[in-house]
């Protein structure tokens, strides 16, 4: 049973759009939810988290829209550039520690 | 700060062979965790470690798999008697304390291949 299912898998987007990155989760109790950007060769790294008392986060180019009531988030990556081409994980975790649970992650690429 | 780093970066071993990865957190986080990815299984929480002290090692396999934390600089994962399917990139991370204010730090991973 996955307990953080993302959509789509993979993604490719023309620079200058904006990306949209879905996740949703079974476990209501999850209230902290970060994305991670993967590079190949490298270890995740945290690009922004939320949680569940918001329904908005921004950091410059990237949104995390949260629906709580539908266990649902998405994660947009405006006026997308070449460099942003990575995988994108999206994770669960209770407040209370920072065990995260991973989606299996979605694969974007970004077109000059 | 050189991040967390884990050695070595590629290590190959035979089927039944022991196979000992290492991880150096960053100085003056108090929380180890370990993860196994794979393209079929992504990203699988494995043990944490918080002050040297095991807390959760709820995802580690019950045979073969043991870590540990003698100090608060390193840690290892020891895998006995390596199968085909052990092969996966062993990523350890590093946080200054539990909660959602302290972020996980990965390292870049030691892929293990076994043949």
């Known amino acids: 049973q996955q307990q953080v299912r993302q959509s789509p898998q993979s993604l490719t987007v023309w620079e200058g759009e904006t990306a949209i990155l879905n996740c949703s989760y079974e476990?209501?109790?999850?209230?902290?939810f970060p994305w991670y950007q993967q590079f190949p060769g490298e270890g995740p790294a945290l690009l922004i988290s939320?949680?569940?008392?918001?329904n908005k986060k921004e950091d410059g180019r990237f949104t995390i829209f949260f629906n709580k009531r539908e266990k649902k988030l998405s994660l947009h990556i405006a006026d997308s550039q070449p460099g942003d081409s990575a995988t994108y994980f999206c994770?669960?975790?209770?407040?209370?520690?920072?065990?995260?649970?991973f989606g299996q992650g979605t694969v974007l690429s970004v077109i000059p | 700060n050189a991040g967390v780093i884990q050695t070595p970066r590629h290590k190959v071993t035979g089927k039944g062979q022991e196979a000992t990865l290492w991880c150096e957190p960053i100085?003056?986080?108090?929380?180890v965790f370990w993860y196994r990815q794979t393209i079929v299984q992504g990203l699988e929480f494995l043990t944490y470690?918080?002050?040297?002290?095991?807390?959760?090692d709820s995802g580690m396999p019950k045979e073969r798999f043991s870590a540990q934390m003698p100090n608060q600089s390193h840690s290892t994962l020891k895998i006995q008697s390596t199968q085909p399917q052990d092969s996966a990139v062993y990523l350890c991370?590093?946080?200054?304390?539990?909660?959602?204010?302290?972020?996980?730090?990965f390292g870049a991973g030691t892929r293990l291949s076994v043949l």
């Open positions: 991370a590093s946080s200054p304390g539990l909660g959602f204010q302290n972020t996980l730090y």
């Open positions: 470690f918080r002050n040297q002290a095991p807390i959760d």
């Open positions: 476990n209501s109790a999850f209230d902290y």
């Open positions: 939320i949680l569940s008392v918001s």
């Open positions: 100085s003056g986080h108090s929380a």
């Open positions: 994770a669960v975790a209770t407040g209370g520690n920072n065990k995260l649970t």
